[in-house]
């Protein structure tokens, strides 16, 4: 069974500070997502990362796939209130279209 | 860009009775379909993979009879509870994907109560 474990579970902190969102597993993903979840909505798709090794940015966020592609982090610079929501990875099997594995998420609280 | 629309956001429902959850591709064509369940405090597990025009792929653990899944259109896939419980509560939430290595687009999820 493919599990990717997220860490950490919970994460409050001050406005400005940085932080790294982990996801590990002991599998290999054809590809790795990153979602953010509002309460009572959808995850909303943040970022896919395909390649072993690749890096994507999207504003302050920066988003890493490990090298074997078991692993991914997030991290977030000068975080803002507004960065305050759940966040999960999710890893996809290329031989199971849509059977997505998530993590089990990183509740994140940004307080000005 | 894509967009799934998922519909009712919230249903109360009395034990026993059944209740359909509708998830529509606006702006795409959808062969493919997936259904997750989510519970508090816990990740989002697939139930089953809706496919257009044949028979729902349905995860172990997951029954079928009692998740009815129809896929009848390229645009629309329906998730029925039927004989509703308790246990069945939770939050239901379904998604769709326009291409390979574009991610999933998900519906805004459905909250499930049983009374």
């Known amino acids: 069974t493919q599990l990717l474990e997220q860490s950490p579970q919970f994460l409050s902190i001050q406005e400005g500070e940085n932080l790294t969102v982990y996801c590990n597993s002991s599998?290999?993903?054809?590809?790795l997502q990153w979602y953010r979840q509002e309460p009572g909505e959808g995850p909303v798709l943040l970022v896919t990362?395909?390649?072993?090794?690749e890096v994507k940015k999207l504003k302050r966020l920066t988003f890493q796939f490990g090298d074997a592609r078991k692993d991914s982090s997030l991290h977030i610079t000068a975080a803002q209130p507004g960065d305050t929501g759940l966040y999960l990875c999710?890893?996809?099997?290329?031989?199971?279209?849509?059977?997505?594995?998530f993590g089990k998420g990183t509740k994140l609280s940004v307080k000005p | 860009g894509a967009v799934v629309s998922q519909h009712p956001s919230r249903v109360i429902c009395k034990s026993g009775t059944s209740v359909k959850i509708e998830c529509r591709s606006l702006?795409?064509?959808?062969?493919?379909m997936f259904w997750y369940r989510q519970f508090p405090k816990k990740s989002l597990m697939l139930m089953a993979t809706?496919?257009?025009?044949?028979?729902?792929?349905?995860e172990q653990g997951v029954e079928k009879d009692k998740f009815l899944i129809n896929h009848a259109s390229l645009t629309l896939s329906t998730l029925t509870v039927t004989s509703a419980h308790p246990e069945d509560s939770s939050f239901y939430i379904c998604?769709?994907?326009?291409?390979?290595?574009?991610?999933?687009?998900f519906g805004s999820g459905t909250r499930l109560t049983v009374v």
């Open positions: 999710a890893g996809e099997n290329g031989g199971s279209q849509g059977n997505l594995i």
């Open positions: 599998s290999v993903f054809s590809s």
């Open positions: 809706s496919n257009e025009g044949s028979k729902a792929t349905y």
């Open positions: 990362v395909v390649t072993g090794g």
């Open positions: 702006d795409f064509q959808a062969t493919t």
């Open positions: 998604s769709a994907s326009i291409g390979a290595s574009y991610g999933y687009t």
